[in-house]
């Protein structure tokens, strides 16, 4: 427990021992007088000058100003304060927030054209200048975007000209703004000075946000409307990719819309081409005297309909991009007309298996069916398998899978001989061929460990091929025992006793899992789903999809990941955003428009493109929206700041005090006490 | 009180006597003319003869002269009681020159009593009480044998004098003096009992002996005044007080006013009262102011 002073100038009051010393020595001295009798004295008090009468009182008003001497020391450790609600008043601070989201873009379509953003900056001079030069005050300005930041801080009249200047360069963004933030800073100027006025320019009704705000809404229904896209879903259904939009009119518009589709880069297999673009109408119809001015209408678009124009006579099975836009609408809010779907190119995973003829089987091949199943959604899984050594591919395919036997031409070359540009798994590889290629990568062969009994396999290190594995359900009978060296990268995942049994390898451009024992001498066929979640996870780890989702609003992050080694994000005009190396990752999205994201991989592959829309943020559009803030300023309660510290005058009240009593205590006494 | 109980002091009052007032009856025995007629040798006058007087007492030659019976009256002496009231609270003695000046007024007037066959009382005064510790002194041999415990009275407490003397039993009635010695600085009620000493018919002097700091106070400055008969701080008599001329005229104007009073209260009652300083000599008392009230007269 540490002693703490909360009010160390509390201390100033010992000085009253001074006080009090200074009282000790001023007090008379009075001469103690025996006489034979006072009664004389008594009778001549009447003859006295008058004086004031307090003898009746004397103790009580002793006794009340010693009260008051302790009621003034108990003010004075409670810090008294004066505050001034005249003083308050003279204070002329204001704070303007303005809000700067993508809203504020909004443009007066039938007259000025002037957008919100604009009308906001142009009252926030008028209002600068009325604080500023007339009222001689200070002022300052928050611009609420994403993160709200003070672009004015407590300016007075000499910084005119820069606050003037501040203001036309400010800018407004294309996404949403943090207003509760920027109340929040307004509120902490308000809390300074009690006084202070806050002006909020926002289009966005915020409800009543308290006695010290004056918003100013900026909406304008009858000059401002807007038709925007607010969502284009490419849905992959039964092979094909279906699109689903959500488009919405926002005030009064009645009016027939032409919605612009263009498909681009569809590959049904026979090559890509680019679909003609496709026309859809769209009829909105606010009703004007309705309260709700919004109109969301949803549609699907079939690229085979001839009615909106539409000549493609097969399924979408895979699309480069999709352009979704209204084209000559002129509304108030034009950057919402236009989106871009991308996320049409599935990931593609070749998996090759060989196997020895006399091990196959049916178990791996009905694994793989499920996996393609599970895959279905995201990647397309191609699986190739062979009995036949001529047959057997080492290029060419994302996942190599060597069951019981590496092929010959591998053992020969060694190492080098792996497949350089994908996965290679090798499944119970036989014994000579693991003495052949073993050194070379780091994994040496010792023995063949055939046990008794079957046998539990347990974990390594947590490792995400182990994901939703039951591994203490698992159980071998037999194995290979094999000795790993540190240096070589293989990482042991599950073990039998003390054994490793299943080593991972991920290099950028040296991707191998080996597991040391045979699927037949284990209770994988019984458990097919660990078998499946096994090769799941072999494809997540290894081959990770670079983008979850293809559209984000701006201000977002993209999550990315990487199958390659490293990741090159670019904008829409081709300069680079980031270069990633270490994965998962986030990239920041601060512009409207099409980023690209290229994989590039180590191994003996080409580059892999994603490309992804940054978009403006969808509740942007609702340019008539009501949000209520919750959020209050009051600057009814004029507290602390604004008054004046009168500690001082109530030290000096206890002194006077002290003296009064004193005094009274020292006046002639008639009657003793 | 050996500055005044002595020989010289007393041989000094032989020339006094008291001088009573002539309603005042007595006690037989004495040597004071009253106005009454008595046994005497000394004739005072005639009367009427009316039915059941003393033959023996007709002047036969005023018979002779005018055929008709007078009466001779001769006059009457009587012994009066002097009974000396002594305030003995601490006031009187917290000063030694005012307990002695106090007692040496009690003797004087105790030795005028006996030495002309006069009957006398010491009655001191202490509380709520008054004692007579030595009884009727009647002639000098028993008026010396107890001056020296008169001497030793010890002054202690507050003294009531209203209380006290009311409380005295055997007050008698128009038989002599009362002399009550006192500074009368007391909140008691004392008139009550010259009261009720006048009602007794006796002849009352007050004899208010006072230093001279009380008449006229010496010292000024910031002054804690304790009252002797408590010497308590916490007392309704205790007084801080910053003494200087004005304080100083206030108590002389009080002084004056309460001396006043009491000459008023005597005046009315036809009291003699006496105001005697101890700086002032005590012969200047004895053979002076006494002698000038009318209370004493020199023997011729």
Avoid at chain 1, 232 to 256: H, I, P, R, T, W
Avoid at chain 1, 326 to 342: H, Q
Avoid at chain 2, 61 to 90: P, Q, V, W
Avoid at chain 2, 250 to 269: G, N, P, V, W
Wanted: glycine letters at 6%; proline letters at 3%; hydrophobic letters at 40%.
């Amino acid at each position: 427990m540490i002693l703490q002073w909360l009010l160390p100038l509390g201390f100033l009051g010992l000085a009253g021992i001074g006080v009090l010393a200074v009282i000790y020595i001023l007090r008379p001295k009075y001469t103690r007088r025996v006489l034979p009798s006072t009664f004389m004295w008594i009778r001549s008090q009447k003859y006295r000058r008058k004086r004031m009468p307090i003898e009746p009182f004397r103790d009580w008003l002793i006794f009340l100003l010693q009260a008051l001497a302790i009621a003034a020391c108990a003010i004075i450790i409670a810090s008294p304060r004066l505050v001034s609600e005249e003083l308050i008043n003279e204070s002329n601070e204001r704070v303007v927030v303005i809000d700067a989201s993508a809203s504020m873009r909004s443009k007066l379509v039938k007259t000025t054209g002037e957008t919100r953003f604009k009308r906001a900056i142009d009252q926030t001079k008028l209002l600068v200048d009325e604080v500023l030069i007339r009222q001689g005050g200070s002022i300052s300005v928050i611009l609420a975007g994403k993160t709200p930041e003070f672009i004015v801080d407590d300016a007075d009249r000499h910084s005119y000209s820069d606050v003037i200047e501040i203001l036309e360069q400010a800018e407004c963004t294309y996404g949403s703004s943090d207003l509760e933030a920027a109340m929040l800073m307004a509120e902490d100027r308000v809390l300074h000075n009690p006084a202070a006025k806050v002006t909020v320019f926002s289009g966005t009704e915020l409800g009543y946000m308290g006695d010290a705000v004056t918003f100013v809404n900026l909406s304008d229904s009858d000059k401002e409307w807007n038709i925007g896209i607010c969502n284009c879903n490419a849905s992959y259904e039964q092979n094909q990719y279906v699109f689903y939009l959500d488009v919405a009119a926002y005030g009064k518009v009645s009016m027939d819309a032409m919605l612009h589709v263009e498909i681009k880069g569809i590959d049904n297999g026979d090559g890509a081409f680019d679909l003609d673009p496709l026309d859809v109408p769209v009829s909105f119809n606010v009703n004007e005297n309705g309260e709700e001015l919004v109109q969301h209408v949803n549609l699907i678009v079939d690229p085979t309909n001839e009615e909106i124009g539409g000549s493609l006579e097969n399924v979408v099975g895979s699309f480069e991009e999709v352009l979704v836009q209204f084209r000559g609408l002129n509304d108030s809010l034009p950057d919402d007309d236009t989106l871009m779907v991308y996320g049409g190119q599935r990931d593609r995973v070749a998996i090759e298996h060989y196997v020895v003829e006399d091990n196959r089987n049916i178990f791996f091949a009905s694994g793989i069916r499920s996996l393609v199943q599970r895959f279905e959604k995201t990647r397309d899984v191609m699986f190739t398998s062979t009995i036949d050594e001529e047959y057997a591919k080492s290029s060419g395919s994302d996942i190599y899978m060597y069951e019981h036997v590496v092929p010959e031409k591998i053992a020969e070359m060694g190492q080098n001989g792996l497949p350089n540009d994908g996965i290679t798994v090798l499944l119970d590889p036989n014994e000579e061929a693991m003495r052949e290629i073993g050194p070379g990568l780091g994994l040496q062969f010792k023995e063949h460990k055939q046990l008794g009994t079957f046998t539990h396999l347990t974990y390594g290190p947590p490792h995400m091929l182990t994901n939703r594995v039951s591994v203490e359900e698992l159980g071998i009978s037999a194995y290979d025992l094999y000795e790993a060296a540190p240096d070589s990268g293989f990482v042991p995942v599950l073990y039998c006793g003390d054994d490793p049994v299943l080593f991972a390898r991920n290099w950028h451009a040296s991707k191998i899992v080996v597991m040391a024992f045979s699927i037949n001498m284990s209770n994988f066929p019984t458990r097919p789903q660990d078998f499946l979640f096994l090769l799941c996870n072999m494809i997540d780890f290894y081959m990770p999809v670079t983008l979850s989702q293809y559209c984000f609003e701006i201000g977002e992050k993209a999550t990315v990941n990487c199958k390659g080694s490293s990741l090159l994000v670019t904008n829409m005009r081709g300069e680079t955003v980031s270069l990633l190396t270490e994965f998962p990752n986030e990239v920041p999205l601060d512009e409207i428009g099409t980023y690209t994201f290229t994989t590039r991989f180590s191994l003996n592959k080409p580059d892999e493109v994603r490309k992804a829309y940054v978009r403006t943020p969808v509740i942007e559009s609702s340019l008539f929206r009501i949000e209520d803030l919750n959020f209050r300023i009051m600057n009814s309660d004029y507290i602390k700041e604004m008054g004046k510290d009168i500690f001082f005058w109530f030290a000096v009240l206890a002194v006077v005090l002290l003296f009064v009593e004193y005094w009274v205590q020292h006046r002639d006494i008639i009657g003793g006490r | 009180m050996k500055n005044f109980l002595n020989d010289e002091f007393f041989d000094r009052l032989e020339v006094l006597s008291l001088n009573f007032k002539s309603s005042l009856m007595g006690l037989f025995g004495g040597t004071h003319k009253i106005n009454s007629y008595g046994q005497t040798v000394e004739f005072a006058d005639f009367r009427d003869y009316v039915l059941g007087d003393d033959v023996r007492k007709i002047d036969w030659n005023l018979f002779a002269r005018f055929g008709k019976y007078f009466i001779k009256l001769f006059t009457d002496e009587r012994r009066m009681h002097i009974r000396i009231f002594l305030d003995c609270s601490r006031s009187m003695g917290a000063v030694k020159e005012k307990a002695e000046y106090a007692i040496s007024v009690a003797a004087a007037f105790g030795y005028l009593a006996v030495r002309n066959m006069d009957k006398v009382s010491f009655y001191l005064i202490n509380e709520d009480k008054c004692e007579n510790p030595f009884g009727y002194l009647v002639g000098k041999n028993a008026f010396f044998s107890v001056i020296e415990n008169l001497a030793k009275v010890k002054f202690e407490g507050d003294a009531k004098i209203s209380d006290a003397i009311l409380s005295t039993s055997a007050l008698g009635g128009n038989d002599g003096i009362s002399v009550i010695i006192s500074d009368f600085f007391t909140d008691n009620d004392w008139q009550k009992a010259v009261n009720y000493l006048t009602f007794k018919a006796h002849q009352v002097l007050l004899v208010q002996t006072l230093l001279p700091d009380e008449i006229h106070p010496s010292f000024t400055g910031r002054s804690e005044l304790i009252d002797s008969e408590t010497e308590q701080f916490v007392d309704g008599r205790h007084l801080r007080l910053r003494i200087g001329r004005q304080m100083i005229s206030a108590y002389t104007q009080a002084m004056d006013e309460y001396l006043e009073e009491i000459k008023t209260f005597s005046r009315k009652l036809g009291i003699d009262f006496l105001t005697v300083s101890t700086g002032v000599p005590i012969e200047d008392m004895l053979f002076k102011r006494l002698l000038d009230i009318g209370l004493f007269r020199r023997l011729t």
